[in-house]
């Protein structure tokens, strides 16, 4: 038997969680009047009435024939058993249902919710179940009973928590049920051992509080986690309460003015909407102190604005931010981009003219329903649309979230079969359900990817291609190229540079940079599954810079190096102009002198208006024709000629300006920049795309990798002039390569 004992540490009636709900029942007093036994059967006996109550109040139509047979079944079956406080044992299923049954859970779920305990508790079977209850209740119970059995602290058992998901995480309602079950034993701890006590809640903080954020379950989750807060940090939660006591005493409450003040604006504006103070919470207000020092009024609540529409929450929002003094920076649009966990609203804050800032929620009646019982709140996953009121079917046209698979519940089972084993499994989970904080990045067309705070480009790209991911090369972060370790901030935008190879590798080093459990399961299971993948000294002796051609990155398999050595073979020695300095710096970059620039073979004919002149073509942008161009006078009767968009041009202002022009030879040598992503096989794409396009590769040099960033320089020789603008786009299309660009002085050079 799971439920603990009677003596509750729930914080009381101080406005907790509690204040949103009806008052609780004396679960004691409708335990003694269960044993008096079962009511007629033409109505439900008194001890569930209550449940019968609070479910009609969601489901006006439901049938309670299914309750009061489940209510017969389960009373009779824990008949005699109690638990440790003395009470019958049959208040614990009744007070798990009753709290179901105030969520808004539908009818299948609370007869299930009835029945949770008498598999693992008394002579009933499974099969019993089904015959009389139907195979969906039959799989809820044995679902709720498989996870009784889980030992979440243990780390002996994370391969039975992951076959027990499969079975159970397919259908919410389980994980729902369980919820309820472990708030009600956290409500009846008082007087178990405090050894006992502490152990429980840490299971509670670190599995199932978690568990209920990303289910959007926040009635539960809030009032577990003050449960928590009250057995793991006594003196605190003695110290919030006095806050929320003293507090409640005082004679002006601004919380009160501004919601009078709000009701006047939107009564002035027509919009019908119901404004509420909205407590915090007892944990709420211990962060909202640790973050702000000392407490003022409006710190102890926030307000809840109600419509009916979607339109009038904007409306709402508009009219606020016209009447009030708004604080632009607490603005959250979770209507347009909702949470993880379906939850909608949009949030703002207003200034009082005394500094005091109140915060403020706007959404509709139903947005509400769900962000109070998450996917408790969407109805039975088993019926179609037609058989839904038009309010649990999200509308007129009849879409809604199916509440077997919320994105978070969809994504967890996607991990546990993607997972190479349960330790891997059950370590990601425990890391996903530590972090409680979410962002959200967009798409280029428009989509958008909600990942945890700390998400890198790793993670969205595994979030939107799973294991293809395996090809992506690289990202733009709003609008500005990004290494895949580049870590995310809400609102970014994020477009991935993605490979066409199908055997594509990821590299080892992107697990260091993976935050979230898609990502870093994908990686892992795809090096399980490659042992005979080089180690990583191999890798990184591949990183390092060999007989000037680098780029190849950490991961990359060795068919590169052998790419490497043959486009190496492939082309002539580097020049004096193109091959690195002393120092190291490659001075194919920094302009060539005018020595240097002598007239090359093949290369294109500039005529200039000065006889016996000798034209030279600047090094450091490689004229060609058409290129606009323009000559200066220099030392010795040269004349050099520029793109007249060098960076050079305006340097030589001060000598004698020549015209120039081009004469009839097409041929020309022109330098090329290119910078890419290091990945296998890049250098044989390359010069095959320019062998293609009818180039003659004279030298080339590729620089060390930075930041998973490799530059190429190549001088080629063209038969026409007119075949550039092509080549510069066969480089550009080869995968990897995100900028070709002509040679060109760098500002200031």
């Known amino acids: ?94 007070a798990v249902t009753l709290i179901l049954a105030e969520l808004g859970a539908e009818t299948t779920t609370l007869t299930a919710s009835l029945l949770h305990d008498t598999v693992e508790d008394t002579e009933v079977t499974l099969d019993q179940v089904g015959e009389e209850f139907g195979e969906e209740v039959r799989f809820l119970v044995d679902g709720v009973t498989k996870l009784e059995k889980v030992d979440y602290g243990s780390a002996a058992e994370p391969e039975t928590f992951r076959k027990m998901l499969v079975a159970t995480g397919n259908d919410v309602r389980v994980m729902s049920i369980k919820l309820a079950d472990r708030l009600h034993n956290m409500r009846t701890l008082g007087v178990m051992r405090p050894e006992k006590q502490a152990r429980i809640a840490k299971v509670t903080r670190d599995v199932l509080i978690p568990l209920a954020e990303r289910l959007g379950v926040q009635a539960l989750k809030t009032e577990l986690e003050d449960l928590v807060f009250a057995i793991l940090h006594p003196e605190e939660y003695k110290h919030t309460r006095e ?22 604006v939107l009564r002035e504006a027509g919009i019908p909407a119901e404004v509420v103070i909205r407590p915090r919470h007892f944990v709420s207000v211990h962060r909202t102190a640790r973050k702000r020092g000392r407490l003022r009024g409006a710190d102890f609540g926030r307000l809840l604005v109600l419509v009916g529409e979607d339109a009038d929450c904007y409306a709402v929002l508009g009219e606020l931010h016209t009447c009030m003094t708004p604080v632009v920076s607490e603005f959250k649009d979770f209507i347009a981009v909702p949470k993880f966990n379906l939850y909608q609203s949009l949030h703002t804050a207003v200034a009082r003219g005394d500094g005091q800032v109140v915060e403020v929620l706007i959404r509709t009646h139903q947005m509400h329903k769900v962000a109070e019982a998450g996917v408790v709140a969407l109805g039975n996953p088993y019926a179609s649309p037609s058989d839904l009121s038009e309010e649990q079917s999200g509308g007129a046209d009849e879409e809604r979230v199916d509440p077997t698979r919320p994105g978070w519940l969809s994504r967890l089972l996607d991990w546990q079969a993607a997972a190479p084993d349960a330790d891997t499994f059950w370590s990601t989970l425990r890391e996903d359900l530590a972090q409680d904080r979410e962002i959200t990045v967009f798409r280029p067309d428009g989509g958008t990817l909600g990942l945890p705070e700390g998400a890198t480009c790793v993670d969205a790209a595994y979030a939107q291609y799973g294991e293809d991911a395996h090809a ?31 055997a594509a590798e990821p590299s080892k080093e992107w697990l260091e940079h993976a935050h979230t459990p898609a990502a870093r399961i994908a990686i892992q299971r795809w090096i399980a599954t490659h042992p005979s993948h080089e180690a990583p000294d191999e890798a990184e002796e591949r990183g390092r810079p060999e007989g000037g051609t680098a780029g190849l990155m950490p991961g990359d398999s060795q068919t590169a190096r052998r790419d490497a050595n043959s486009f190496r073979a492939s082309v002539a020695e580097p020049s004096a102009a193109d091959t690195p300095d002393s120092a190291g710096r490659n001075t194919a970059e920094a302009e060539i002198s005018d020595d240097q620039a002598a007239a090359r073979p093949g290369a294109a004919v500039a005529l200039v208006d000065e006889p016996g002149a000798t034209v030279r073509l600047a090094g450091c942008c490689t004229p060609v024709p058409p290129d606009e161009i323009t000559g200066f006078a220099v030392r010795g009767g040269v004349v050099t000629v520029h793109r007249v968009e060098c960076a050079a041009v305006a340097r030589m202002k001060g000598r004698r300006e020549v015209g120039v022009r081009w004469g009839d030879t097409a041929e020309c040598r022109v330098t090329l920049f290119a910078e890419s992503f290091g990945r296998p096989h890049l250098l044989a794409d390359l010069t095959e795309a320019m062998a293609g396009e009818g180039a003659e590769i004279v030298s080339a040099t590729v620089e060390p990798p930075s930041q998973q960033r490799v530059r190429h320089t190549y001088t080629v020789q063209l038969p026409d002039a007119a075949l550039l603008p092509a080549l510069m786009r066969a480089m550009r299309n080869v995968p990897g390569v995100y900028d070709v660009s002509r040679a060109q002085t760098p500002p200031g050079a």
Request: aromatic residues 2%.
């Open 472 to 502: 992506c090369l690289g990202a733009r972060v709003n609008g500005r190229l990004a290494t895949l370790s580049t870590v995310l901030k809400d609102g970014d935008t994020v477009q991935l540079l993605m490979g066409q190879d199908p």
């Open 1 to 94: 038997m799971s439920a603990e004992a009677t003596n509750p540490a729930t914080p009381g009636p101080v406005a907790g969680p509690a204040a949103r709900w009806r008052a609780r029942i004396d679960l004691r007093r409708l335990g003694r009047a269960a044993l008096l036994g079962p009511a007629a059967r033409d109505r439900l006996p008194d001890a569930i009435g209550h449940v019968a109550e609070a479910h009609r109040a969601h489901h006006p139509d439901a049938d309670l024939e299914p309750l009061r047979r489940a209510w017969v079944l389960a009373e009779s079956s824990h008949r005699g058993q109690m638990r440790k406080s003395g009470e019958p044992y049959i208040t614990h299923p009744l």
């Open 243 to 264: 806050l929320i006591v003293d507090n409640a005493s005082r004679a002006d409450d601004p919380l009160a003015e501004i919601a009078d003040e709000v009701r006047g």
